[in-house]
């Protein structure tokens, strides 16, 4: 009878946690999230294919990478089209810290969020300076990816036009070089759950809620006494930093980086912008969600349109891309709050019945 009762009560805070987490739709999307990194953490026990764990791993990496980006677009309503010139920077920072100086991967990533958010500082500095907004902001960003691409292709201290690359040989721990492809999964991973963290963490403070504040309407939220400049730059360097640390694991994976490769406004589109406006811009699943729908089927795409005409499978992932701005401006995180609204509605609406 007494283990019949503390079964029961232990029960009791479970369950209303749970229901907790059920009814606020920020939780539910940090579940969805947690469930999505679970299975995907399980995926190396069934798929024992490089080629379909190479398409994770960079399905996690560009929803991290998403995340920053959300960050700075979805939050904030900063047009930051070239955004991957900070994924470069922390790409390019991270390398030439080991090629040059023998400075670990480990540390090396670090330091490339560090820079690519000094970087950010510059950025948003220059644009707020000249109340660069907007179409403005997006066109100032296209510039800089332009105007870096130009210079890395001339430097010879990053490799110039021909690049930079690791030497696979010798894999070890200190310099992230593994044998197989589990351990960099397992990284990628690691680091989408510290993005969604902080990420959720920044929605929920008082710091988020005068990003979306600016969102909505940067006069007024200036009139109510926000210091809209600051948290822009806020948001920028947070998402700037966010990208390189992403670059820097990025380009240890890939193992080769050149101008062409990283300053391409098509890839940009590709591992930066495309997750979060399919998955749902501004949301906290949005990413995630975007990117397990974007990067599988972009390489689909290109596996059963390769025997055709160069460029069949831009067309149709650009129309699939189209499609969903279309008919999902919320992308697919909006239509689950709408069923997830119906749902929760009907589940009160039986309560209030019972009562």
Not at 84 to 92: K, P, W
Not at 161 to 187: E, Q, R
Request: net charge positive; hydrophobic share 55%.
């Amino acid at each position: 009878m007494t283990t019949e009762i503390s079964t029961t009560s232990s029960r009791g805070p479970l369950r209303n946690w749970f229901r907790g987490v059920l009814l606020d739709w920020d939780r539910t999307q940090m579940l969805i999230c947690f469930a999505l990194v679970g299975l995907l953490a399980l995926s190396p026990l069934f798929i024992s294919s490089t080629y379909y764990l190479g398409i994770i791993i960079l399905t996690t990496i560009y929803a991290f990478i998403g995340i920053s980006w959300n960050i700075v677009a979805g939050f904030t309503g900063q047009l930051l089209i070239a955004h991957i010139i900070f994924l470069a920077i922390g790409a390019y920072t991270t390398i030439v810290l080991f090629n040059n100086f023998l400075i670990s991967p480990w540390v090396g990533i670090f330091i490339a969020g560090l820079v690519a958010g000094l970087c950010g500082v510059v950025v948003a500095f220059i644009t707020l300076r000249y109340g660069l907004k907007v179409d403005y902001f997006a066109l100032f960003t296209i510039a800089l990816m332009v105007a870096l691409r130009t210079l890395f292709l001339k430097w010879d201290y990053v490799g110039g036009a021909v690049g930079m690359w690791f030497s696979l040989t010798d894999p070890s721990f200190d310099k992230m070089i593994f044998a197989t492809k589990a351990p960099y999964l397992y990284i990628a991973l690691g680091l989408v759950v510290i993005g969604l963290l902080v990420q959720y963490r920044i929605y929920r403070s008082k710091m988020g809620k005068y990003f979306l504040a600016i969102r909505e309407d940067d006069d007024a939220a200036s009139a109510l006494g926000v210091n809209t400049s600051r948290y822009k730059m806020l948001a920028v360097v947070i998402g700037a930093a966010m990208a390189g640390i992403g670059g820097g694991f990025y380009v240890m994976y890939v193992t080769f980086i050149e101008p062409p490769q990283v300053f391409n406004l098509g890839l940009n589109i590709e591992i930066v912008m495309a997750g979060p406006i399919i998955g749902g811009l501004g949301s906290l699943a949005g990413p995630l969600v975007g990117a397990l729908l974007n990067k599988p089927f972009a390489e689909i795409m290109r596996g059963a349109l390769v025997e055709g005409r160069s460029g069949n499978s831009l067309i149709v992932y650009g129309s699939f891309l189209i499609l969903t701005v279309m008919f999902m401006p919320r992308g697919v995180t909006g239509v689950l709050h709408v069923i997830y609204l119906k749902i929760i509605r009907r589940f009160t609406d039986h309560h209030q019945g019972d009562d």
